[in-house]
Each structure stands twice: as C-alpha cells, then as structure tokens.
C-alpha cells in the first residue's frame, strides 16, 4: 500500500502515538475521539479531525480503531453513525483494541457482507512500544487482507504476525494477557521481598532483570514501582476487562487458570480502592 487515507478512531495513550507515526509517514489521517480535546495536538501536527466514525471513514482507503471496551467496539462498527454506516467495497477495517473473539468474527462476517475486509489486531507494548513504534501486532483475519496492510503497519509495530482466520488474533492476545497476569505477581512479590530484606532495589534489578527471571514487565515496570510512578501505559480497569474476557474463554473451552483467576481477583480490588485509572504497575499497591 501506498500512502494511504486513513481514518484512526480512538487516540487514547498508545492510539495518540500510532496516528503521530502515520502522520509522520505521509498518510492523510482522520481521527475521531470521544473527547475532542484530546485530538488537538494530533490536529495540530496535521490530522483532521471528525465528529463520529462514519465521517472519520467517509472517503478513506482503511481504518484503524483502539478504542476500550467491547461494547465500545460494537458501537464504533454497528452503531447509528459507526464505520460500517459509510464503509465501501474494497475498504480494510482494523480493530487493535483487545475484545472479544466472538466479536472479531461478528465484525469480519458483516464485513464480508458489504464487499469491506476486516482484521482483529490487538496489540502488546504499552505506551513505550507505540512511542517507540516497536509494538507486538497479533492478527487474525484474512491473510491476503494482512499481506495488503503489513507495511502501513510497520509503521508502528516491530513484530507483526498473522495469527490465523478471524478472531485468531484476539485468541493470541488473551495468551500474551494472561502472562502478564501472572508475570506481575511475581514482580511485586519480587520488589516486596526484596525491600523487606533491606536491598537496593535497583541493585537488585541490574542482576535479575537480564537473567532468567527478565520479563518486559521487569524491565520496563519495576523501575516505575520503585519510583512510585503509577501513571497508565495499560489501565488497569482495561487490565480487568481483559482478564474477564480470556476467563470467560477459558470457561468455554473447558480450561482452569488459578493463575490468572488469582490476578484478576487481586486487580478487581484495586479497583474497588480507586485504582482503575492507574497503570497496571500499581498491583504494589496490594503489598
């Protein structure tokens, strides 16, 4: 693909820095976001801004959306001013907010149905990896659909893989979720224990973090714990919808994870005390 008209909707902490490396490689982005001062810088670098998605996708060749809840996803697709309202045939639909497989699939089908070919591409790496332009991109959909994209993509993403037919994609993320669950347990027992035996943390972090214990977890969040900086590359109300959803899977296909079952109730009450709209680091605050 060439340089592309692209509509983004959703420009929340990673959507904001996708659109600034679409803009940045000469597309035409139009963004829609609920709250319209949140697009202003990205208006003030070049990008248009529009009042619901069907106008942010009049007109354009694709359309990127990272927006936070399923439900959030039905209406941007469904919805009386959605994109499926002024999609045309031959138009490529991307939903990188992680959902429901089931609802990948609903979308991909309906698409089919208008001559529109749809993707579920969830994403891992947080604010630093769409800053950085480095996420992991989990795609489920058709493969010639993701062969048409792959390089606008790279524009953002470092490890781009096709997962398999629709919904696929939000399968491979609720794997990568449920590492993470687990995986930050053991970060904050980590930081706990150690500060309870008197060491330097950041000591700590320089012989563990590059052993066998590393994880990105590790290595990019415990150095926020240990300066009690809480702010959102991941929130963890978003954290908690996740887990629901790879759960609620799990459920369906017959499958026990205490593992994860045990992060989500620990999450869950973070919440309850006020912690949703922080980054998913403040699970230290449980200990």
């Known amino acids: 693909m060439g340089k592309e008209r692209i509509a983004f909707i959703g420009t929340g902490v990673m959507g904001a820095s996708i659109v600034k490396h679409l803009l940045h490689n000469g597309h035409e982005v139009t963004v829609y976001t609920r709250t319209k001062e ?3 810088p990205l208006v003030a670098l070049g990008a248009t801004w529009a009042s619901s998605p069907a106008e942010a996708f009049k007109n354009k060749d694709l359309a990127f959306t990272m927006v936070g809840y399923p439900s959030d ?7 009386d001013n959605g994109l499926f309202q002024s999609a045309e045939t031959g138009n490529i639909l991307i939903d990188m907010t992680t ?8 979308i991909f089908t309906h698409a089919q149905t208008l001559g529109v070919e749809a993707l579920d591409a969830p994403v ?7 800053q950085n332009g480095t996420l992991s991109i989990m795609v489920g ?8 994209v792959l390089e ?5 993403g470092e490890n781009i893989v096709y997962q398999g037919e629709a919904g696929a994609g939000q399968h491979a993320k609720m794997c990568n979720q449920i590492v993470i669950a687990s995986g930050m347990i053991g970060v904050c027992e980590s930081l706990a224990y150690g500060l309870k035996a008197g060491l330097d943390l950041p000591t ?3 012989s563990i973090a590059s052993g066998a214990a590393g994880s990105w977890s590790l290595s990019n969040l415990a150095p926020r714990m240990i300066n009690d ?3 959102p590359g991941f929130y963890i109300k978003h954290f908690v919808k996740d887990m629901k959803i790879a759960l609620d899977e799990s459920k369906k296909m017959g499958i026990s994870l205490p593992g994860l079952t045990l992060a989500y109730e620990m999450y869950e009450k973070l919440i309850e005390e006020g912690y949703g709209e922080y980054g998913t680091q403040a699970l230290l605050k449980a200990y």
């Open 152 to 156: 606008v993509m790279k524009h953002f």
């Open 38 to 40: 949140k697009a202003e």
């Open 204 to 206: 700590v972090l320089q």
């Open 141 to 148: 959909g058709s493969k010639a659909t993701f062969d048409k």
């Open 229 to 231: 900086d809480y702010a």
């Open 73 to 79: 996803v039905e209406e941007v697709y469904f919805g």
């Open 99 to 106: 959902s429901e497989p089931t609802l990948a699939k609903q």
């Open 124 to 130: 891992s790496g947080g604010d630093i990896g769409a």
